[in-house]
């Protein structure tokens, strides 16, 4: 019944210091924004424009 | 209504806390859903059934409908029903409809909670009920309470994973400068359906909720970290310690704060909620300061929410909000119920 823990694991720091919040998803993509709205659009648009080298920002 | 979030159907609720369900029909409405909970006599198990009698709908949980041994006895004209919900009885005749049953809800008593299953019974996995063990552990000593609220279930899952509010709505009990000034990890689990929020408090004043029950005195290192498994279980695990001797566990106070959030009907939730502690166990006057302590914090959100609500449900249509970087976490919780909800909404597959 629970969903198989796939590891599919989204994560956004807020950078100590600053405004920004960095984003890394499942896929190694990584993209920095300053508001949270922003984040989890790009966030759950993967695929799209998230390149796992991490120049998704 | 304004501001509702949709409910999330085939998932597990906290119903009540075990010492509340017991041989005095308890009610309490789960997402709509009219329920009647009670304890057998034989071997304690808790029952829950649909809470309206099949006869003139009479609430089973309301006198003088009592219990006569493991059976309800209706109040109005005696329509009986078993543990299952089979009426076994009617009166003046010996002939029991067919259709004469109410709808009986699966159960699971797991660490002083008594969830029920909302949704397709087939679906109910008692396995996937999340855990909060250390509300019954050995070595740890809980104080607890349930408050309901009038107001969007959304409302209070959105307070509870922003916990920047109790710098100002909980100042002088949990609340410090510290708390709304630090900033936030989150990180989501997709298909665990658990968002987890951290907040690392370095050299922080130590609140008095904190203060006046460790009795440490002076600056501290505070961790919050949230775990939130959608829709109902929220666990914060709370650590304090001496500042710079945050790791050191020896001078470490955990803290387990546990909110169950279970939808009771649009605008309305149940806010069960919990304190445990594995420190200063046998000392009355500690349990007793966090009872009482907790509990104007959580009347504080109480009345908060409540006001929130009413002045939601008086603005037009498509208000409009403003989120920052301490909603990161409220924002994903959003989410995933929304998810939820729609996945508990999609035709039942065939279970293979
Ligand atoms: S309403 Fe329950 S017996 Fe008539
Ligand atoms: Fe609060
Ligand atoms: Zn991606």
Redesign the interface.
Known sequence: ????????????????GT?V?HGTC?CGAEHTA????A??AWM?AHPDGHDPRGNGS | MPHTTAFARNQWYVAAHAHEVGRELLGRTVLGEPLVLYRTEEDGTAVALHDRCVHRRYPLSEAPTRLDGDRIVCGYHGFTYDTTGTCVYVPGQKRVPRTARVASYPVAERDSLVWVWIGDPA???P??VPRARHLDSPGWVTVRGMEPIDCDYGLLVDNLLDLSHETYLHGGYIGTPEVAET???????????IVRVGRHMADAECPPFYARSTGLAGRISRRQDIEYHAPCLYLLHSRIAPAGADGDDSRAFRTEITYAITPSADGRVYDFWAVSRDWATDDAEVTEFLRANNHTVVMQDVDALNLLQRSLGAERAGYQEL???I??GG??AR?ILARLAEEGDKPVEPVS
């Open positions: 019944m629970t969903a198989a823990r796939t590891g599919e694991v989204y994560r956004v720091d807020w950078l100590p405004d919040l499942h300053e508001d949270p709205v984040m989890w759950l | 679906l109910a996995d396995d996937a900033p936030i990890t989150t990180e989501v689990d997709e298909d665990a359906g989120s920052i970087n909603d990161t924002l994903a989410r």
